[in-house]
């Protein structure tokens, strides 16, 4: 990735006015908005937490409250993210906890080693209990989305995604991932876990479907319990909050799987009664076992956003389950509830939300929701409250004498990181989640003494098999090399077949000298988290499609092939079912790749060593475009039923499948504003001299009246796949894409995703070069200064646009580029995607 440079000066102090227009106090809103999301024919049950409260607790909490100033009140509602305060900034303030997001680590060095994750700790901590000495000493609670497993941190046991742990129906087996996740966890000295996630998901679209163990709530219900004490430790006994322990979060609620599109962050239609039996049912067990936090969804129900509501956070959650522990919100969300802004809302706190994650947005957030309590907009009661579940909850975890993090047991136990008997829980664990769709003629299990060619780009790629929320937020941007306790699934199969006498041999082409018995091809989705991974259909379209044409290839020689499919999600993948004789959904397994060579390999003798079990948690779609598919619809036709799951010794043939695609079914690339294919349909180019009509471009090439910029297809992989940009020097022209309606890229915008531009500069430029989205330009000229002749990728924080005032919902313009002087540049592709980018980076290196 190039490192480039943006914004000028004098555009940095645009950007800071902007950002007064933008935070400005919301107007003032009605405290409790009108209910609009459940009716009371669709109560919740109430609910017996196992926990029960402990009046020596009670009392400590109202003893401090009534030595907390307001200030030191609103602190502890607050949570910033760890890459966007230092300890030093942290200790002025004392904030009641702090997180670690997805892409945030130790110096924001994502592979820093666990030692620097428990040393941080210990200085948040320190700077938690500092002060001046009349003032109470609160800890600091840290918080970590250590969603399967705790595989933020290099070298930590990667449990399967929670779409291959729903799979294994196996809720013993959840509990002591729970356990194990959480030790873990201790030996960094983190507090707090944001899992588990009870989305019941409804689309498949959706990016966030792996999260989810089911798209039925029977197996969520089952699960959430199970988890929640795995985590935390069983109430009642001496397990629970105890040391190797952690405090649990169930996710989002509510209604987060049920969004209309499986759009993420999007509306969830369902009626009162579907929100509490298919999205909500996880809730009910998981306040039962004890769980100490609920996270409030960044989506909506029925219109209204769950940040806002009233009615869900404090009628359904407290007045109806009874929880008493503390709703944190999700990362500045409650930005989204209208009327708000990430650093100003006192809507979320008076509905009934008691900690904000406001990763970056903390210091104005802090300042604005102190004078809302002055002023009592927030009531003074509405604070104590939600600070005093706050303190419970730190009470009950016995944060305030368990030390710093790094004095407390298993800290610093880096040996527990990956430990032979976690590792191998997780195996079980892909073991129990793989599940066998086809398998002709019983050509599975295969026999260890064959010559094995195994094949795909998945063959030996952990952060493929490991997916999104590993090590980074997305999955991507790390090597095998960043997982020192891992095997790939080429690994695997490579020490079981040594072992069983035969030989393997790994082409990621599939070629071999020495024909092969049988041919083994791991591929599938490339690693995504959260709005990322939304897709339109759901048609598996990768952009490289070589893993088919090799499986079609080797058919064709006679050799017969075993698929691994690796996915978040069940996909439409006919032709490869048809090109395979085995084909295995393996989902995301995690660091634990021998599990597969367990399952697909007898033993010596050809009796079955480890048998299938795994079972679908999820539908899998016959078209591209059956999508919602959930078990219990009234027109129910799926490929493979929630449930299904071969054994070996079942007849596992296949009739030849349909490989037909819906018409207008193509596979939209999301993201994509410019590719292989040319603008996505009802786009176009159009080309301006400055102060003149922007021309639409008709046909590949063309150019401005007056000629200064000319456009015409060039070659990069394929014929005419790009396009080369000429200004002849003349005179200030720009070329721009124009969207077909106006483009809502906030969410994007707030996860940090990029312009993402690949490009070859053929001249070099004679005057300075803007890039422009949504009306706004940035000057990138440094960036067009390199080698010319090279394809290189430029990568522009979209957050860099909104500073400089950009409306990030009503984009309809999100590229253009203008120059004055002489310049030749080659573009192949432009997206919105997720970078590596040193964060914040809009100024001029
Ligand atoms: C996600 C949550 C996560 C949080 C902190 C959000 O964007 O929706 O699931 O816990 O970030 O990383
Ligand atoms: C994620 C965070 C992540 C951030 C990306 C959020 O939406 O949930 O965990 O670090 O975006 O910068």
Redesign the pocket.
């Given at each position: 990735m190039v490192r480039f440079g943006l914004l000028g000066a004098a555009a940095l102090m645009a950007c800071s006015a902007c950002t007064t227009v933008a935070d400005a106090p919301a107007a003032p809103a009605p405290a409790f908005p009108a209910a609009n999301a459940v009716s009371a024919d669709a109560r919740w049950p109430g609910v017996r937490s196992r926990v029960s409260q402990d009046p020596r607790i009670e009392t400590r909490i109202e003893v401090l409250l009534r030595r907390m100033s307001l200030e030191e009140k609103v602190a502890q509602i607050i949570q910033p993210d760890i890459s966007s305060i230092t300890p030093e900034e942290y200790r002025q303030y004392r904030f009641g906890s702090i997180?670690a997001?997805?892409n945030s680590s130790p110096g924001g060095n994502e592979t820093a080693p666990a030692r620097e994750w428990l040393a941080l700790a210990d200085r948040f901590w320190e700077a938690s209990m500092d002060g001046p000495a009349d003032r109470p000493r609160i800890p600091v609670m840290w918080g970590i989305?250590a969603v399967h497993g705790h595989a933020n941190i290099v070298g930590a046991t990667i449990f399967p995604q929670n779409i291959g742990l729903g799979a294994t129906r196996n809720r013993d087996l959840i509990r002591r991932i729970g356990e194990v996740t959480a030790l873990e966890m201790q030996v960094t000295g983190a507090d707090w876990d944001?899992s588990p996630t009870l989305a019941v998901v409804r689309d498949d679209r959706w990016g966030r479907t792996y999260e989810g163990f089911s798209e039925d709530p029977e197996i969520v219900r089952d699960y959430a319990g199970a988890m929640v004490e795995g985590l935390q430790g069983r109430p009642g006994t001496a397990e629970f909050l105890a040391p190797g322990r952690v405090i649990a979060t169930a996710?989002?609620f509510a209604g987060d799987g049920g969004t209309a599109g499986g759009r993420d962050q999007g509306d969830n239609p369902s009626t009162p009664a579907e929100l509490r039996d298919i999205h909500g049912a996880g809730y009910p067990p998981a306040i039962e076992a004890g769980v100490q936090a609920i996270?409030a969804s960044?989506s909506s129900v029925r219109g209204e956003k769950v940040h806002g509501s009233r009615e869900l956070l404090t009628g359904i959650i407290r007045e109806q389950m009874g929880f008493d522990g503390l709703v944190v919100g999700?990362?500045n969300a409650h930005g989204q509830v209208p009327g708000c802004t990430n650093s100003s809302c006192p809507q979320s706190i008076n509905a009934g939300l008691d900690m904000f994650?406001a990763p970056d947005s903390w210091r104005e957030l802090y300042r604005n929701t102190v004078s809302q309590v002055r002023s009592g907009e927030i009531p003074m009661a509405r604070l104590d409250e939600a600070v005093r579940r706050i303190l419970r909850v730190k009470l009950r975890a016995g944060l305030f004498e368990r030390g710093r993090p790094s004095s407390r047991p298993y800290a610093g136990r880096f040996d527990l990181l990956g430990s032979a008997e976690h590792r191998a829980v997780a195996r079980q664990a892909v073991r129990e989640s793989l599940v066998l769709l086809k398998n002709q003629g019983s050509l599975l299990p295969l026999r260890p003494g064959s010559n094995v060619l195994v094949a795909g780009d998945g063959a030996d790629n952990i952060a493929k098999q490991a997916g999104g929320w590993t090590i980074s937020w997305q999955g991507t941007g790390v090597t095998n090399a960043d997982f020192p306790n891992a095997q790939s699934i080429w690994a695997g199969i490579e020490e079981t077949v040594r072992a069983g006498g035969g030989t393997a041999t790994f082409s990621p082409e599939g070629r071999y000298t020495r024909r092969p018995d049988v041919a083994i091809v791991v591929f599938g989705e490339n690693p995504y988290a959260?709005f990322v991974g939304d897709r339109q259909t759901l048609q598996f379209s990768p952009a490289d499609r070589s893993h088919l044409e090799l499986m079609r290839r080797l058919r064709s020689e006679g050799i017969p092939v075993v698929a691994v499919f690796l996915s978040g999600r069940p996909l439409w993948v006919n032709p490869e079912i048809n090109a395979s004789n085995a084909f295995v959904a393996a989902f995301l397994p995690g660091s634990e790749g021998g599990g597969i060579a367990d399952l697909l390999f007898a033993n010596r003798d050809g009796s079955v060593r480890h048998d299938f079990r795994g079972r679908l948690s999820y539908s899998w779609p016959r078209r591209a475009d059956q999508t919602p598919l959930n078990r219990g619809d009234a027109d129910y036709d799926p490929l493979f039923a929630y449930g299904y799951g071969l054994r070996y010794g079942q007849p596992g043939d296949l009739p030849a499948l349909s490989e037909d695609l819906p018409a207008g079914a193509a596979a939209g690339n999301d993201g994509l504003i410019y590719g292989r294919s040319g603008l996505p349909s009802g786009w176009r180019f159009t080309l301006a001299d400055q102060g003149g009509p922007a021309m639409p471009l008709i046909g590949n090439s063309g150019g401005t009246p007056s000629g200064r910029l000319r456009i015409a297809g060039v070659d990069r992989r394929a014929q005419e796949d790009a396009r080369q940009l000429s200004w002849d020097g003349a005179g200030a022209a720009t070329v721009q894409i124009e969207a077909a309606q106006p483009l809502d890229i906030s969410r994007e915008a707030n996860g940090e995703l990029s312009l993402v531009i690949d490009y070859r500069v053929d001249t070099a430029p004679a005057a300075p070069v803007a890039i422009g989205l949504g009306g706004v330009q940035l000057p990138v000229t440094g960036a067009f200064r390199g080698a010319t002749g090279e394809w290189r990728t430029l990568a522009i924080p979209l957050s860099c646009f909104a500073r400089a005032g950009v409306d990030m919902r009503q984009v309809s313009v999100p590229l253009s580029i203008t120059t004055a002087g002489r310049f030749v540049l080659s573009i192949s592709a432009a997206r919105i995607a997720s970078a590596q980018v040193p964060q914040n980076r809009c100024e001029q290196p």
């Open positions: 997180l997001g997805g989305d944001f996710k989002h996270m960044f999700d990362w994650m959260e």
